[in-house]
């Protein structure tokens, strides 16, 4: 385990100890409108809003060395030049480490008796990134040296900035004022922001040409101006703008000495955008260095990113878990997780490069899944936001830019589940806050402007496309694709330069979704539940009906002998049975028509996950998505037999829809298998790095399966659905402490062994305080319910109705 670093758990840190780890190990900063992706050597870069249209630092993805753009300190001591991060300049380094908490990253590199710490955060609020530096001299002697802060300015249109030099080459300007750059590419014309890049020390030089910095013919590894440890004061036009400062030091021994870095993003506002010709309008890039040349406040943002974490952690926290990879998990990492999908959906991350996609409908409404305990009111507005890109006839863009919240037409919609997960994200909202407001907010449809039709209609309409969408077996059509983005279809494509889920032409189709039919039927027993709650028995039975009538749709036509089929091709044949060749048996419909109620009364949900357990699941590695993995590509099947066996949606261990089989586990109460399950892919469980190579702290989307020539191999970390699911699998299932419209459910699925465990929950206003024993050792049933020493019937927490807002609940289970 320690092979690259280690928890912190008492610091809510990772502690990397090594700076070549397998892959980058990434952090994520800020969470409000300005990010920051951070890795263990300092790489990264740092947008506003929008990493695309907003992208302040350049970074190169799948660049060789990997990881290679940062916001880098270059030391210049003697003839060595070196980075506390070790990269670029790679130079061996007497003492490492790099600390990533929750939103800050601290990275100490230490050569030749002087270190220097980069402590790197977002301040609450702020429009900019805050670089703390601590350099200390350990030596008995003085010591001169200088350090080069360094960044590459990227022009803002992150696209544009990396595909057209013939303009962007050209177009580049900088002011230099005091102990600040101001990079105002575009300024003079329609941008009204710029990037200011300052420090808090008397700079001894600047450049802010690359050229003159690095060379035309050197790399970051060994940046011109390090071989004479002189900045040359050179001013960018056109071509890549910089930021690099020269920064000298005497440093007596055992002396430290403390300053800050700045990169800011800076909106101009009202104020008139330049003082003379040429020379920018700067009141604000000043205020903004003057602010933070107080180190004490850059002290007091510091503390202040780390108190507004443990506020939000403190709605949920589970301290006395007795496996400590579900408890850090659950209590710390899979809740930081959460908050970077909410944020970020699946724009920017390692693997994603922010230029490629925006918001998802069906990925953000699931984020809320796991995020809406944080922060209740930002998930309602993204309810609402999302519920908007949805058209009149229920069809919803796949997909959203954040800055514009516009639908993207490119991709279109057609993505036949996309509907049904806005019903699970508002009723989640709702079993947490119990607003039923929201219901009520008039959010127009995309194609209706200005219509006043309320979210309520929204589900209603999502349920009315579904039903009105079927095909020759009565299941719902699955369009473009279902939540497998890669099961298409409709798509029969042959061209290479095609894309796989919009080509095709969905219209007369016939090829239907089994894992809609499930996700239907769970989207309908939220609704009517809803309505229940809302006291309207009649639209509650109403839906039942539906719900009825998909279940005996779903038993009738899509059981396949001992699993769910997983579908059916545009000329009705099965998918995911075992008259196939290949993918005989697929994971999401097992998933679905069990967590939908499919099979309770009649066995198929116990052998639909006995199937799973057999043919899919590696106790190392998880779930595979399909047996056995294709191995010839399928026209008529798309994407999902295009990837090599093993991989992605060919057969690899795709851990989003492996949480819903654990959530199967625990409806069934089976919890040496629900625990065993959610181990498997849970990344703090992974002992061997060499191996598993990606993060040990967040999710992958994707592990290479028992199936693929390289086992255990994680990619693809941070911006995946896994992180929702996974702590609504350990918080509400595992745990089994679960909002229902009511009040909190205690409903734990744990393994037999486990003596108990507690969980504070702050809850509507009440801080419940729940203490769960198990002296019987049983997995599952609440045998006594105890709440502020009274009994209770049943397994839920009544909400207090006399103002008390602390409450104490025991709970044993037992037969
Ligand atoms: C990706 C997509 C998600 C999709 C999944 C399976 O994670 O973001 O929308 O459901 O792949 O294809
Ligand atoms: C590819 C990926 C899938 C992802 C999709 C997004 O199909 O395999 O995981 O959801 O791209 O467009």
Known sequence: MAQYGHFDDANREFVITRPDTPLPWLNMLGQDEFYGLCTQTAGGYSFWKDARLRRLTRYRYNNNPMDNDGRFLYVKHGKSVWNPGWKPVRAELDGYECRHGLGYTQITGQK??????QLMFIPANENLEVWKITVSNHTKKS???????????????????????QR???????????DAIYHKTEYRER?????????????????????????VHNGLHDPKVLATGKCTNSKAFGWSPVGAFQLDFNLKPGATETFALILAYVDQGDLPKFDAPFVMNKTKGKQILAKYSDIAAVDAAFDAVKARWDS???????????????????????QVQCMATFNLSRSASGYETGIGRGMGYRDSNQDILGFVHLLPERARQRILDIASTQLSDGTCFHQYQ????????????????????????????????????????????????????TLLHHLETSIAYTLNNRGPHALPLIGHADWNDCLNLNCFSKEPNESFQVTGDIAGSKAESVMIAGLFLYAARDFSALYRFMGKEDDAKRIDSYYADMLKTVEEQAWDGSWYTRAFDAESRPIGSKSNKEGKIYIESQAWCVLGGAGQTNGRAKKALAAVDKYLYDKRYGCALQYPAYSEYHLELGEVTSYPPGYKENAGVFSHNNTWIHIGWAMFGEGEKALEYYLSICPSAKADHDVYRSEPYVYAQMTASHLSPTPGEAKNTWLTGTGAWSFVVAAQYILGVRPDFNGLVVDPCVPKKWKGFTVNRKYRGVQYAIEVKNPKGVSKGVKTLVVDGVKVKGNLIPIPTDGRTKVKVEVTLGA
Not at 112 to 117: A, F, L, P, T, Y
Not at 169 to 178: A, D, L, P, R, T
Not at 191 to 215: C, E, P, Q
Not at 312 to 334: C, D, I
Request: charged share 25%; with cysteine.
């Open 112 to 117: 030749d008796g002087i270190s220097v710490e």
């Open 143 to 165: 010591q001169k040296f200088s350090i080069f802060p360094f960044v590459e300015f990227c022009s803002f249109e992150a696209l544009n900035d990396m595909t057209n030099y």
């Open 168 to 178: 962007t080459y050209s177009i580049g300007e900088v002011e230099v004022e005091g």
């Open 191 to 215: 941008r009204n922001h710029y990037t200011l890049f300052a420090t808090t020390k008397k700079i001894a030089g600047y450049d802010t040409s690359r050229d003159a910095f690095v060379g």
């Open 312 to 334: 939000l952690l403190s709605v949920y926290q589970a301290p006395k878990v007795p496996n400590e990879h579900l408890r850090r998990m659950v209590n710390t990492w899979n």
């Open 402 to 453: 954040p800055l514009t919240k516009k639908g993207n037409a490119d991709i279109g919609g057609g993505f036949n589940d996309d509907p049904l997960w806005l019903i699970l994200s508002t009723a989640a909202y709702i079993r947490e806050t119990k607003d039923l407001t929201i219901l009520d907010e008039p959010c127009g449809y995309a194609d209706k402007k200005g219509s006043r039709d």
